[in-house]
């Protein structure tokens, strides 16, 4: 597991869950499985691209996507943000 991901999706607020299956999805920079066009619907164009579960609780209306974000490190409302990205963060 990359360590790096995991505390930049913590560090934006994102569920474990998204954020363990974001992890599965891309074993690096070359080898990455793009998100599908549910999670692309549901992320709709913010960056964050949730697990299938979480998904499935806003298509359903149990929440908003931005519901789903908690203890953000940034100083920016989501979906903006601060945070510095680095190209190739796994290795």
Known sequence: MCQKWKQLGKRAGY????I???IKRNIDDEN???????QKRVGNGTGFIPC???CWK???K???LEDLINNRKSRK???MDDFVYYGKMCK
């Open 15 to 18: 569920p474990e869950c998204c």
């Open 20 to 22: 363990e299956a974001f």
């Open 32 to 38: 990455w499985i793009p998100p599908n066009r549910v």
């Open 52 to 54: 299938s579960y979480c």
């Open 58 to 60: 806003v298509l359903t």
């Open 62 to 64: 149990q929440c908003k």
């Open 77 to 79: 409302q989501f979906p």
